[in-house]
């Protein structure tokens, strides 16, 4: 997102009601939200917290680790943009209803944890972000050290953990298809 380097990682939250489950196999239905006409999508690897912890260090952060999911971080860019620009959170742009769908979590015990894999999103079948999470600016267990510094992790937790290059917008009728080697696919469409 037109970071460089290691900056200091930084956080947003997502409302209980951003949270849009959609079963393996099945293909979620995402409302376009009100107040935006630059919805963006974000494929992202999602860690879920499983034991409670504070100053985790990294080299413990995968033992807080339950499994892991695919994510979607949907965006109103444009609302992201005016809070940016006056210094305002950013909730508006980022947490409203559905705007965080997942896939089912995957145990640990049966994934490993992630520390390397492909990545990527298909927008009606045409490719949109491709990469692997051994690009990640930030490792799952440095984000879980770095966040568990400035919050008490609890079980039922979801870390979103970063996007690749090509994000883009999408609208009414697109077809979302995200993939994280061995999570199998998450699959939405805006409506």
């Given at each position: 997102m037109g970071f460089t380097g290691r900056e200091p990682p930084f956080f947003f939250m997502k409302p209980a009601d951003a949270i849009l489950v959609v079963p393996e196999g099945a293909t979620g239905e995402l409302p376009y939200p009100s107040r935006t006409s630059d919805l963006h999508h974000e494929i992202e690897l999602v860690a879920a917290i499983g034991k409670v912890g504070r100053n985790i260090a990294a080299?413990?952060?995968?033992?807080?680790?339950?499994?892991?999911a695919i994510g979607l971080d949907m965006t109103r860019r444009d609302l992201q943009g005016e809070a940016k620009k006056l210094g305002r959170p950013w909730e508006v742009g980022k947490g409203f209803d559905h705007s965080g769908p997942i896939g089912p979590i995957h145990p640990a015990g049966a994934t490993g944890h992630y520390t390397k894999g492909a990545i990527s999103l298909e927008v009606n079948g045409a490719p949109r972000q491709k990469s692997d999470l051994s690009l990640l600016i930030w490792s799952i267990a440095e984000t879980i050290e770095h966040l568990s510094t400035l919050f008490e992790l609890q079980p039922g937790d979801l870390i979103y953990t970063g996007t690749p290059e090509g994000v883009a917008a999408v609208v009414k009728g697109d077809l979302l298809v995200g993939k994280v080697e061995g999570l199998g696919e998450l699959r939405v469409r805006v409506v």
């Open positions: 080299a413990d952060a995968h033992s807080h680790v339950y499994g892991y």
